[in-house]
């Protein structure tokens, strides 16, 4: 059953969170290993995974200063611009999307939906789209509107952090057994960051980059934490990232069509099936090896992005 949310207020999202499901999964893919996956991809089919607990507080607090319009930026495949626009259409904000490099002749498939979700989409220059963490950023792409609410590329300020916060909560709350690990995807590194700060006493976070600039991603990740000495109950895995963000190879793909066909669940090849590869490369290593003592359990959390999944390159290299 597809759900939506339909409101837009604290109590009405924290329920929808709730009835979140997991989903055991039982696969040679990841031998010894007792896996399971939170499905937060169902908990809206556009304002989809930790993209929709980013803006939560964020929209809320536009809504209470009564500020009408939300801007905020990313690229051609970003799934905040996608979820933001699906987000303002909503709930009744006019949303204006600044977007990295010049319009190009067809839209991908994500920005097509966000214009017709009503996001105004402003394309800016790459060297300019660089500055986009300066304070007169907004006021350099004309972008500084009346009564607006600006939100960072991905989510990615305090706000959203504290939305991370809930979904920490809900898994406490209705997570199927203690899991030893949770893992999941990063890109600005703020979901992982923001989980660790509500660390689980019993269990640690791993999270695996999906971009090369993983060194400013670990960077990010021990901002948002913003906890000293509990880095031990945190890793982000290197190497992962198969050549880069919204990079694929046939061995990636080939990964992807077979965990969607043991799963019946849909990944997409930006993050969660490099997300998944690299568990899987994991459990092959400890479980290969001679102290392999198994029967961990883990929690990969969806984080979304399955409207992603249209970007897939047709045809890859390999
Ligand atoms: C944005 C996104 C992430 C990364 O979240 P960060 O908080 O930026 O690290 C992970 N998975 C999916 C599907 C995303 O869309």
């Given at each position: 059953m597809?759900?939506?949310?339909?409101?837009?207020?604290?109590?009405a999202?924290?329920?929808?969170a709730r009835k979140?499901?997991?989903?055991n999964?039982?696969?040679?893919l990841?031998?010894g290993?007792?896996?399971?996956?939170?499905?937060d991809?169902?908990?809206?089919p556009?304002?989809?995974?930790?993209?929709s607990?980013k803006?939560i507080?964020?929209?809320?607090?536009a809504r209470k200063q009564g500020?009408?319009t939300?801007?905020?930026?990313?690229?051609?495949?970003?799934?905040?611009?996608?979820?933001t626009a699906?987000?303002?259409?909503?709930?009744?904000?006019?949303?204006?999307?600044?977007?990295r490099?010049?319009?190009?002749?067809?839209?991908?498939?994500?920005l097509?939906d966000?214009?017709?979700?009503?996001?105004e989409?402003?394309?800016?220059?790459?060297?300019v789209y660089?500055?986009?963490?300066?304070p007169?950023?907004?006021?350099?792409?004309g972008?500084?509107?009346?009564n607006?609410?600006?939100v960072p590329?991905?989510?990615?300020?305090e706000?959203g952090?504290a939305?991370v916060?809930?979904?920490?909560?809900?898994i406490?709350?209705?997570k199927?057994?203690d899991?030893?690990e949770?893992?999941?995807a990063?890109?600005?590194?703020?979901?992982?960051?923001?989980l660790?700060r509500?660390c689980?006493y019993?269990?640690?976070?791993v999270g695996v980059?999906?971009?090369s600039?993983?060194d400013?991603?670990?960077?990010?990740v021990?901002?948002?934490?913003?906890?000293?000495?509990?880095q031990?109950?945190?890793?982000?895995?290197?190497?992962a990232?198969?050549?880069?963000?919204?990079k694929v190879?046939?061995a990636l793909?080939?990964?992807?069509?077979?965990l969607?066909?043991?799963t019946?669940?849909p990944?997409?090849?930006v993050?969660?099936?490099?997300?998944?590869?690299?568990?899987?490369?994991?459990?092959?290593e400890?479980?290969s090896?001679?102290?392999a003592k198994g029967g961990?359990?883990?929690?990969l959390v969806?984080?979304?992005?399955?409207?992603?999944?249209r970007?897939?390159?047709?045809r890859?290299?390999?």
């Amino acid at each position: 059953m597809i759900r939506y949310l339909t409101e837009l207020s604290m109590d009405a999202f924290i329920k929808a969170a709730r009835k979140v499901p997991y989903q055991n999964i039982q696969s040679e893919l990841f031998p010894g290993i007792d896996l399971w996956i939170r499905r937060d991809d169902l908990i809206d089919p556009l304002i989809s995974g930790n993209k929709s607990y980013k803006l939560i507080f964020n929209l809320l607090e536009a809504r209470k200063q009564g500020r009408d319009t939300i801007v905020t930026c990313g690229g051609a495949w970003s799934n905040h611009i996608h979820a933001t626009a699906a987000a303002g259409q909503r709930f009744g904000f006019k949303t204006i999307g600044i977007i990295r490099g010049e319009r190009p002749l067809l839209l991908s498939a994500m920005l097509q939906d966000a214009e017709r979700f009503g996001m105004e989409l402003r394309f800016v220059a790459r060297s300019v789209y660089r500055e986009r963490g300066s304070p007169d950023f907004l006021r350099k792409v004309g972008s500084f509107e009346e009564n607006f609410w600006f939100v960072p590329e991905g989510g990615a300020n305090e706000y959203g952090a504290a939305g991370v916060q809930v979904l920490w909560n809900v898994i406490d709350e209705t997570k199927p057994k203690d899991f030893d690990e949770y893992w999941l995807a990063c890109g600005t590194g703020l979901t992982l960051g923001a989980l660790a700060r509500e660390c689980p006493y019993k269990g640690r976070l791993v999270g695996v980059p999906v971009l090369s600039a993983q060194d400013a991603i670990t960077q990010e990740v021990a901002r948002w934490a913003s906890v000293d000495g509990n880095q031990r109950k945190l890793e982000v895995i290197g190497g992962a990232h198969h050549g880069g963000y919204a990079k694929v190879n046939s061995a990636l793909v080939r990964f992807q069509c077979r965990l969607e066909a043991i799963t019946g669940v849909p990944f997409d090849h930006v993050y969660m099936a490099k997300l998944a590869h690299a568990l899987a490369a994991r459990c092959d290593e400890v479980h290969s090896s001679k102290d392999a003592k198994g029967g961990k359990s883990i929690l990969l959390v969806h984080t979304g992005g399955v409207q992603g999944r249209r970007g897939l390159p047709q045809r890859h290299p390999g």
